[in-house]
């Protein structure tokens, strides 16, 4: 089995030296390349990664192009058989993770892409231990997976008008139709160093990231569900926006719903031209999977 390790990044050059570190290793294997595609940073990354990660293999956008342009090149220019993403802020905390990981798609013909079980936190957790079992899931987290390149290649790739949020999700969906599962496999441990607290408290890109949330969403819905779920979904969630949200006094979110609802409009001939519409059985088949393990705790 051949593995790459991608890694895209922009202006987080601590961030990303750091998990170069925790990787590194894993380039012993010749059987093992890792690359990172640094979209556009201005505060040296580049310099920085050629000079102390040598046998990392650097891709450059001059001017940011989009983390989804990045993972897109990654993926379609790749010869490994598996192909594991991690945030620049993210590595692994298992041991022998891609003998794990190969273990898995062995075992699993059907599994197109491993989910792993992530940590949010700044430090590790003095329990990593779980009993969670392997399961199969509508979706995964774009900070900690791995792909069966051979289920890559049989779905588009990321939709980058999407820009950011919803990608994992129409990825999934694509995989779903193609028969392919996502599996969420815990025994693949890694922790993303963030800070959840203060990432809520920072109000600077809120509009955005909720907009880009919400729309990430909608697209999602009108893409792919059965026309008559399409609406009913569509404004079964506006609706929870406005009744938990907007009703409660937080008309802060106003503004990204509008903007959410714009967006809607403005990408509706993308939307109608990609549509892939499921079955009504496939959707209730798909309905039936698991939500997506997006975080875990430690368990007491």
């Not at 990654?74 to 891609?98: C, G, K, R, V, Y």
């Not at 203060?198 to 569900?225: H, N, P, S």
């Not at 959707?283 to 698991?290: G, I, S, T």
């Amino acid at each position: 089995m051949k593995f790459a390790i991608h890694i895209a990044t922009k202006n987080r050059k601590d961030d990303l030296l750091f998990t170069l570190e925790q990787v590194y290793p894993l380039l012993e294997n010749p059987e093992v390349t890792c690359v990172v595609f640094d979209d556009g940073s201005d505060d040296g990354t580049a310099e920085a990664v050629t000079k102390q990660f040598p046998k990392v293999q650097l891709l450059q956008n001059q001017t940011s192009r989009g983390y989804l342009y990045c993972r897109n090149v990654m993926l379609n220019e790749t010869q490994a058989d598996i192909a594991i993403s991690l945030d620049d802020d993210a590595h692994f905390l298992s041991e022998n993770p891609l003998e794990t990981i190969a273990e898995f798609f062995a075992d699993n013909p059907k599994c197109g892409l491993i989910a792993f079980r992530i940590y949010w936190s700044k430090t590790p957790p003095e329990n990593p231990s779980s009993t969670e079992t392997s399961v199969a899931v509508k979706s995964y987290v774009g900070c900690g997976h791995a792909w069966r390149m051979i289920a890559w290649r049989s779905i588009p790739s990321y939709p980058e008008w999407f820009e950011f949020y919803g990608e994992e999700t129409f990825a999934s969906l694509h995989l779903f139709k193609k028969h392919w599962d996502v599996q969420y496999v815990p025994e693949v441990f890694v922790l993303h160093r963030v800070d959840l607290k203060l990432r809520k408290a920072q109000t600077k890109d809120f509009t955005l990231r909720y907009r880009r949330g919400l729309r990430a969403g909608w697209f999602a819905i009108f893409l792919f569900y059965p026309s008559d779920k399409a609406i009913h979904f569509f404004l079964y969630s506006l609706w929870m926006q406005c009744k938990t949200k907007v009703f409660k006094g937080q008309f802060k979110v106003l503004l990204p719903i509008l903007g959410a609802l714009w967006d809607l409009i403005v990408f509706s001939s993308k939307i109608r031209k990609n549509r892939t519409a499921f079955t009504t059985r496939e959707f209730a088949d798909y309905a039936k999977l698991k939500e997506p393990k997006i975080y875990w705790k430690p368990e007491k």
